[in-house]
C-alpha cells in the first residue's frame, strides 16, 4: 500500500514523518482552523475538478485573523499547491482535501502562542451520507455555540466538539444527523452542515446572524436556486417548528453535499421523500461540479489539466 504524502510547513513528506509532538497547543486547546475542499472526478477525461478551492483558501485567510494566525501562502499559491499534493498521490476518485493551520507551540497555557504549523492532507471520500433516500434528523439537546463565545463561521477546531456531540447524541437516539438550534431556539444547522428548507414555494436559509458557518456550499446552493431553478432565497431568522412544516427540508456542506431531510423529529416531511426543489439542485449541484454544465467554469480547477474529448464531426452526404 502506497504510503500517503501530505504537506507541512512547506515540505512534501511521507504521512508517517508528519506526527507532530503531544505537548502541541493547537492538540490540547483546539487552536486551530481548518478547511474542507472536494476534488470530483470529471469521469469524461478522467481528471479531478478541485470545486470552488480559491473560496475556501479566502475563507481560510479570513478566518485566521480571529485566532491571531496568517496563512503561509496566498490563496492562489494554496490552490496550486492543493493540486500538487492530489497528484503527488495520484489519486484517481473523488477527493477531500484538509488544510489545517494550528498553533504549535509546545508548551502548557491557555494563550494563543505565535509558534503556527500549516498543513494540508487528501484522502480519496465518496459520499459522506447516504442520501439516496433522504435521511432522518433530530433536534439536539445541545446548543449551537454563539459568536461571541466560539465564532462558528471561523471553522475553529476547538469549536468542533460542539459538533460531535450534537452527531453522536443524533445517532444514539436513532437519527442519521442532528439539527442544532442556537441560544435563542431558533435553528442555526446541521451538525456539521448548513440548512435549507422549501416554504410556499421559497428557499429559505439561517442568515449569518444565527450563528452558522458561512459555507461555500450553501452559497453555492443559493446560487443554483437563483440562476438555474429562478427560486426567492430568503436569509432570515428559522424557528424550529418551520421545520415541522415545510414541504422541503435539506442540509448541505462539503462533505455531505446536498442531503434530502425527509423526517425531522420524527414527523414527516413533505411526503417523506426527497422533494421536487432538492432533487432539482442536487442534479443542476452535480452537473457543475463534475465539469458538465456551463455554469461558473471559474469555480473548477482542473487537477491534472487533461482536455476534454472532441466529439467525431457530424457526418454527412453519401459514402463512395
Not at 422533494?275 to 442534479?283: H, R, S
Request: hydrophobic letters at 40%; proline letters at 6%.
Amino acid at each position: 500500500m502506497k504510503v500517503p504524502i501530505v504537506y507541512v510547513n512547506g515540505r512534501f513528506v511521507e504521512e508517517p514523518d508528519s506526527r507532530i509532538p503531544l505537548l502541541t497547543h493547537g492538540l490540547h486547546y483546539g487552536t486551530g482552523i481548518f478547511e474542507g475542499i472536494r476534488a470530483y472526478l470529471d469521469d469524461r477525461t478522467g481528471d479531478l475538478l478541485l470545486f470552488r478551492a480559491a473560496e475556501h483558501f479566502e475563507r481560510m485567510e479570513r478566518n485566521a485573523r480571529i485566532l491571531h494566525m496568517r496563512l503561509p501562502h496566498r490563496p492562489d499559491e494554496l490552490v496550486a499547491i492543493a493540486c500538487d499534493l492530489i497528484r503527488r498521490n495520484g489519486y484517481a476518485a473523488d477527493t477531500y482535501v484538509r488544510p489545517i493551520l494550528f498553533k504549535s507551540a509546545t508548551r502548557v497555557g491557555v494563550t494563543l502562542p505565535a509558534e503556527e504549523c500549516f498543513a494540508m492532507m487528501a484522502v480519496p471520500m465518496g459520499s459522506y451520507l447516504d442520501v439516496r433516500g433522504g435521511i432522518h434528523c433530530g433536534v439536539s439537546s445541545w446548543r449551537r455555540l454563539a459568536d461571541n463565545a466560539i465564532p462558528p463561521r471561523g471553522k475553529i477546531c476547538g469549536a468542533y466538539v460542539n459538533s460531535a456531540l450534537a452527531a453522536q447524541e443524533a445517532r444514539d437516539r436513532g437519527f442519521d444527523e442532528a439539527i442544532v438550534l442556537n441560544e435563542e431556539g431558533r435553528v442555526a444547522e446541521g451538525a456539521a452542515m448548513n440548512l435549507f428548507l422549501v416554504r410556499a414555494g421559497r428557499l429559505v436559509t439561517p442568515d449569518s446572524t444565527q450563528g452558522i458557518l458561512e459555507g461555500i456550499t450553501r452559497d453555492t446552493v443559493m446560487t443554483l436556486a437563483r440562476e438555474a431553478l429562478a427560486l426567492d432565497v430568503d436569509e432570515r431568522p428559522v424557528e424550529r417548528s418551520e421545520l415541522y412544516v415545510a414541504s422541503e427540508v435539506f442540509l448541505c456542506g462539503t462533505a455531505a453535499q446536498i442531503a434530502p431531510v425527509i423526517r425531522v423529529d420524527g414527523r414527516e416531511v413533505g411526503g417523506g421523500r426527497p422533494g421536487p426543489v432538492t432533487v432539482a439542485l442536487q442534479n443542476e449541484f452535480e452537473q457543475l461540479v463534475r465539469g458538465r454544465s456551463d455554469r461558473h467554469r471559474d469555480w473548477i480547477v482542473a487537477v491534472y489539466d487533461r482536455p476534454a474529448p472532441v466529439s467525431p464531426p457530424p457526418r454527412s452526404g453519401r459514402e463512395g
